[in-house]
């Protein structure tokens, strides 16, 4: 049993990234559902289960969702990097629209930053795979069930379909409340889209304050610095975070990237630093 997704010519030319506030909304509310399935985010779901008494008409969204095929009008396929949630909004239900915004605004809002956070990083990765090796290495790890053979996107262990996306594309959406299923639109209407687990999800709901350890060895702003690095970031962005100058974070960029622990890339108009394994090492 397997879905079949042909890509060629002009449909491998249009494969992108984006992700889904919507989405992942939709599968939170699942995960509370059944948390029992989405194990990794329990963390989430007893901060969660606190708050679901501020959300009206919640028990409407949980009829949609019961079973394993969900409603593809509360699932839309991003046609940006990453869509407004009232945008991806326009075509649900009005009634069932409603629920979710609630539901975002009270139980994803909070956590929004932490979890675009590791879906930045990920199409960070992969879009660097792409560049280096080719949508074939892309296609080849994004997840256990997914494989690439004779042109032809396949997504093992799901009833036996045909998608043929030759002419329109193919959007690949990481996805944090997805886990751990890879996901795909069997009867798009124009691009299609494959959603697979986000790298770094099993780290989500960690402290992520700065280790006092590390601090006292390389000083605060340079561990704080490598908290800030487990994601792509600009100068600007560090600068911002750390409430210091862009030349003061270049200074110290610097001194981590000759410890190698932190490496530097460009990619379109910006530069962008992430630590190395080396530096993941050390953290630990």
Known sequence: MAVWVRLAGVGLARVRFAYSPV????????????PGAHAVHLPWVRWARGRVADIPDLDLLLARLEGPAKPAELLPVP???MPDLETELRGAPPAEAAVIRRCHEVLIAPHWKRITTVLEADIATRAATLADRGVEAVFGDLHPEVTWEDGELVLHRKPDHRVDLAEHGLVLSPTVFGWPKAWVEIDPVGQGVVRYPARGIGALWED?????ELAALIGRTRARLLTLLEAPRTTTDLATALEVTAGAVSQHIAVLRAARLVTTRRE???????????????MN
Not at 23 to 34: C, I, K, Y
Not at 208 to 212: F, L
């Open 79 to 81: 046609d940006v990097r």
């Open 268 to 282: 379109g108009r910006h530069v962008l630093h992430m630590r190395t394994t080396r530096a993941d090492a050390l």
């Open 208 to 212: 992520r304050s700065t280790p006092h």
């Open 23 to 34: 989405f992942e909304t939709v599968m939170a509310v699942d995960g509370l559902r059944t």
